[in-house]
């Protein structure tokens, strides 16, 4: 395995399931990111984590709920989403979190019946 | 606060044929960089092409090149010789270094189509 995998690459759930999104990246970067893409939107940053620390939170409503055992590893717990909440779950790493520099996963394709 | 505005939705090239993608920013900061990734369809963005804000040079990276009019807030870029693989998303960034956040603000896409 090379660069930044994301499992699952699709998931539905329904509004009062719990899921996780995972990502992993082999390139040994320090820092891991969640962003939402929706269509006709710009890429929304969720969470920056640097060396398993939270660095940012973007506003994002506590139903999302990230985790980062460490710095290969990245999680997004989902509780009680809602239809709005449907969209492409991106994940990136970057070397370290001052960089513009991201490398990205295939991303998860999340629908929220 | 930064924006990032990409005015075409969507655009196309006929295979071997030149394309320009505009972009326009807006910040207040004087150091900063400016990205353009690609998206293909159902895979992993990726990094075309960087920008330092300092450098007057336009960068390039084979037949990809930027026209960086840092007046203007200006950052286009240009695929010459496009191929069938250069059909993707393409996304505009910028990254300021001031007020404690280096995070990336992104445009909306532009969709690059193109033809045989």
């Not at chain 1, 899921?19 to 082999?26: F, G, I, P, R, T």
């Not at chain 1, 893409?37 to 999302?64: D, G, H, I």
């Amino acid at each position: 395995e090379t660069g930044v995998t994301q499992t699952p690459r699709h998931l539905v759930m329904g509004m009062t399931n719990k899921k996780s999104l995972k990502c992993e990246q082999h390139l040994g970067h320090n820092a891991m990111y969640w962003y939402k893409q929706s269509a006709k939107k710009p890429l929304e940053l969720m969470f920056v984590y640097n060396f398993k620390e939270q660095t940012e939170n973007n506003s994002v409503p506590s139903r999302f709920s990230p985790e980062c055992p460490n710095s290969s590893h990245l999680f997004l717990h989902l509780h009680t989403l809602q239809p709005e909440d449907s969209a492409l779950y991106l994940c990136a790493s970057s070397l370290e979190s001052n960089t513009g520099e991201l490398f990205f996963g295939e991303g998860s394709r999340l629908t929220v019946l | 606060a930064q924006t990032v505005t990409q005015s075409q939705p969507e655009m196309s090239v006929q295979e071997a044929e030149t394309v320009t993608l505009s972009c326009t920013y807006d910040t207040s900061e004087s150091d900063y960089y400016l990205f353009w990734y690609k998206q293909p369809p159902s895979r992993q963005m990726i990094l075309v092409i960087r920008q330092e804000a300092y450098k007057q040079q336009n960068a390039t990276e084979n037949r990809f090149s930027v026209n960086f009019q840092k007046a203007a807030k200006s950052f286009s870029l240009k695929i010459s010789d496009s191929q069938l693989g250069d059909a993707a998303m393409y996304f505009c960034a910028s990254q300021n270094f001031q007020g404690g956040s280096e995070k990336l603000v992104f445009g909306k896409g532009t969709k690059l189509t193109v033809n045989p």
